[in-house]
């Protein structure tokens, strides 16, 4: 929890400084508006929800090596994903804007984590739960990612 905390914590204080450091001729498309900074926030958050939720499916997997495979797939994509926002957020500290590169590896990560979640079965109603609660954050995340991409145009 207090790890969850302290990336919230600097993700704010990330984005908020990216208001203070944008230059002026690229500021609508580096500062944003409201909604933008908030899509953003929740964007981190989601990354952050996930990753504990699939190390809560992990935990409860174990054991079931087909299971636990499918949920390190999941892992790395968003581990993935979190790097392309790291680089994102990197690139806006410093007046540039997101690379498409970037923003793809976020895409590929999640849509990585999705497609494994969603292929893993387990015959564990605890199991299944917990990928379930897994599932449904990283599909928050993915939604919050998209309106980041319709709202800090």
């Known amino acids: 929890m207090a790890r969850f905390v302290y990336f919230f914590t600097l993700a704010v204080a990330l984005f908020f400084s990216c208001v203070m450091a944008a230059p002026v001729e690229n500021n609508r498309r580096q500062i944003g508006n409201l909604a933008c900074n908030i899509a953003r926030l929740k ?80 015959a564990d109603p605890k199991v299944d739960t917990a990928v379930a609660n897994a599932s449904s954050a990283v599909e928050g995340t993915t939604q919050a990612g998209e309106q980041v991409v319709s709202e800090c145009k």
């Open 43 to 122: 964007t981190v958050a989601g990354l952050a929800k996930s990753a504990a939720a699939i190390k809560a499916a992990t935990a409860a997997a174990k054991g079931d090596a087909a299971t636990t495979a499918q949920l390190q797939t999941a892992a790395q994509g968003v581990t993935s994903a979190q790097a392309g926002v790291a680089k994102i957020a990197a690139a806006l500290l410093t007046g540039q804007t997101a690379p498409a590169a970037d923003r793809q590896q976020v895409q590929d990560g999640l849509t990585a984590a999705s497609t494994a979640l969603g292929s893993t079965a387990a």
